[in-house]
């Protein structure tokens, strides 16, 4: 039993540091929520064949696990994923572990093709917003946020979508909200809204 800790303690340490070494670092395992804690509704969340499955009232899955100590500066991260008919998510950046409410702390990056919320995915939302849509519902696509200092460039299957400049870009209501450093979360919005997630992986970048 004590080799078997001591074996669980230097996986968990590789981690992290791979993480620190600039390499890509899978943050869902597709089994079960370790590493990550889940705020208001925890029912809105769910695996089902090995993806994650967000659907329901709100609430905000937050990484708390052992990579980067969940402690984001400048950063990749890279999501797979599938939005269904009139949907709505968001992936946060920089936020902390909130029990309630939207989330006070950290940028939205907004996941939505066809809900009624005209700030479409890629959006920094409220800061630096997106109208056009670059993929369908239903379709396998991956949202890429890079953060580097007061910047962050969100591209869909590689293209770039969006660039938003903390200095210049402060276009909306939510003027409270900056870039600092913290984890990420995901977002279950509301209970007509479906979206599966199948991969959610981190590069961290230098300071």
């Given at each position: 039993?004590?080799n078997l ?6 996986f968990?340490?590789s981690?992290?540091?791979?993480a620190?070494?600039g390499e890509w ?6 089994q079960?929520?370790e590493?990550w804690k889940i ?20 609430g905000h899955?937050f ?6 100590d ?6 990749e991260l890279e999501v797979?994923l599938?939005?269904?008919p009139e949907a709505?998510?968001?992936?946060f ?6 029990e309630r409410?939207?989330?006070n702390?950290?940028?939205e990056?907004?996941?939505n093709?066809?809900?009624g919320?005209w700030?479409k995915t890629g959006?920094v939302?409220?800061f630096k917003?997106v109208?056009?849509t670059?993929?369908e519902d ?5 949202e ?11 591209k869909?299957?590689g293209?770039?979508?969006n ?5 210049k870009?402060r ?5 409270t909200k900056?870039l600092?450093?913290?984890t990420?979360?995901?977002q279950?919005h509301?209970p007509?809204s479906?979206v599966?997630?199948k991969?959610v992986?981190?590069k961290?970048?230098?300071?």
């Open positions: 039993m004590k800790f001591s074996l669980l303690a230097c968990l340490i981690l992290s540091l791979s620190q070494s670092v899978e943050l869902f395992n597709g079960n929520f590493g705020s208001e509704n925890p029912d809105s969340f769910s695996i089902e064949d090995g993806m994650l499955k967000v659907n329901g009232p709100r899955m990484y708390e696990g052992e990579v980067g969940h402690d984001f500066n400048n950063f797979t599938k939005t269904l709505n998510s968001g992936i950046i920089h936020t902390k572990y909130q409410g939207w989330p702390i950290g940028h990056i907004q996941v093709q066809s809900h919320d700030r959006s939302y409220s917003d109208r056009d670059f993929v239903g379709e396998w696509y991956k890429t946020i890079i953060v580097q200092g007061d910047k962050v460039t969100v869909v299957n293209e770039v979508i660039e938003y400049d903390e200095t870009d276009e909306g209501d939510l003027g900056k600092d450093h913290g990420i979360a995901l279950a509301d007509n479906v599966y997630y991969s992986k981190i961290i970048l230098p300071d």
